[in-house]
């Protein structure tokens, strides 16, 4: 026992030797991030013993039922030099949303005082492909980031103008009824007539039409105090727009049958029978040319470092804005905290908490650092509602891997 405790820290020591080595001179690898998140339902509404969907109408009508979900791949290549660094990279990055006002769920927990009444629907989202340079310049105290990138739209879903639900009640029925058009916007056509096929052999001709755009993000970073860097990273300035010139449009109209009082159609929702009351006709799709100019979302963060210990305990307080993101015109609010714990180089944990693009993460990170191989992986829960999002009403997951000597 004590001989295997013994290998143990010795091998301890030599990680740690190994990786408090200068940072890896040649680097390549990836990283990967998915999650998905909404403000109602958690976990447990979904697996339980009762093998239904549990509802709480009660808790419902105090606020929009949102649904998100958001996705990222990056590729990289990366030289540091002597107070330097030049990176190549290219990647994915998607977010796309859905909402329900809050006035249908009231109604489904109040009823209704009057026989009309009307709820709102909406959803957007867009995915990116992208390809940049990155470089990074130490000048005395102050390290400058310069990372201009070309992008393409492969999917834009703008915010719809207005989508509504239309509830109808009687003594003793209900019925809501609704329609929906979806303008999808891509580089290339998606189908003809009434056919989904996308022509990659196109693409080229799309990127001559304009579809490609360009942005540039830039950082700096100044070490205020011996304990206290501050920096200011601003990420996706549009440079040059990006040209969409094929839609598609989705036209559909689905509803609820009318439910006899005996058979109420809230009895229905909680038993999750839903597919019995459902009507939804076949949506028609359409293809047409188009026109919409698209740009990334523009984030602008400022941050902090804060360190304790040498490295051991490093805080990182940051506030920031999104503009020009899925959620339409309005602008999204930003900020959060980091807590990390540095054993040496060799490994990292972190705990952090965040407000970002309308949703709350709480996220717990690990870093295993063996210098020619690092290994990072996170595990977070989100929601749209801050108390929701310690319920797993949402779960999100992140792997990276960095190679090189």
């Known amino acids: 026992m004590q001989k295997s405790i013994g290998v143990l820290w010795l091998a301890l020591g030599l990680g740690c030797l190994w990786a408090e080595k200068p940072r890896r001179y040649v680097e390549l690898g990836f990283n990967l991030e998915t999650g998905f998140a909404n ?51 290219t990647g994915l990055a998607g977010l796309f949303y859905g909402s ?10 109040e009823g209704n005082t009057s026989p009309y009444s009307q709820a709102d629907l909406a959803l957007g989202g867009s995915l990116f492909a992208e390809a940049g340079i990155q470089i990074q310049k130490q000048i005395g105290k102050l390290r400058f980031m310069i990372s201009p990138a070309v992008f393409l739209p492969l999917v834009v879903i703008p915010k719809p103008k207005t989508m509504s639900l239309i509830v109808k009640t009687g003594e003793e029925t209900m019925s809501v009824t609704g329609d929906f058009t ?19 052999g196109k693409l080229s001709k799309a990127l001559d039409s304009g579809a490609l755009g360009f942005d540039v993000s830039l950082g700096a970073e100044y070490p205020l105090f011996s304990i206290l860097d501050a920096g200011l990273l601003v990420r996706q300035i549009p440079i040059g727009l990006s040209r969409l010139t094929y839609r598609t449009q989705i ?4 509803g609820f049958n009318t439910i006899a009082s005996e058979q109420s159609l809230l009895d ?11 009507m939804l006709e076949d949506p028609d799709v359409s293809f047409s040319r188009g026109l919409i100019y698209v740009v990334r979302p ?10 304790f210990l040498g490295h051991f305990l490093v805080l990182r307080p940051y506030v920031g804005l999104s503009l020009f993101t899925p959620y339409g015109d309005v602008p999204c609010f930003n900020g959060g905290l980091e807590g990390q714990i540095n054993l040496w180089r ?6 952090s908490s965040e407000y970002t693009d309308l949703l709350w993460k709480h996220r717990i990170g690990f870093i295993l650092n063996l210098r020619v191989l690092q290994l990072d992986l996170g595990v977070s829960t ?3 509602e801050f108390t929701r999002s310690f319920q797993l009403s949402g779960l999100g997951a992140s792997l990276g891997l960095h190679i090189g000597f």
């Open 298 to 307: 523009l984030r602008v963060d400022l941050y902090g470092r804060i360190r």
């Open 346 to 351: 060799l490994l990292s944990m972190s705990v």
């Open 382 to 384: 989100q929601s749209q």
């Open 100 to 109: 329900l006002s809050e006035e249908l769920f009231r109604l489904l927990n």
């Open 251 to 254: 036209q559909a109209a689905f």
């Open 182 to 200: 979806v303008d999808i916007y891509s580089p290339v056509a998606l189908g003809t007539g009434e056919t989904f096929s996308v022509d990659t």
């Open 39 to 89: 403000n109602y339902l958690t976990y447990t509404d979904f697996f339980n013993d009762d093998r239904i969907i549990h509802i709480d109408l009660n808790s419902m009508g105090r606020y929009d039922f949102n649904l998100a979900g958001d996705v990222s791949a990056k590729t990289f290549l990366t030289i540091n030099g002597e107070g330097f660094s030049v990176g190549l990279f």
């Open 268 to 278: 229905m929702l909680k038993e999750g029978r839903i597919e019995d009351m459902l």
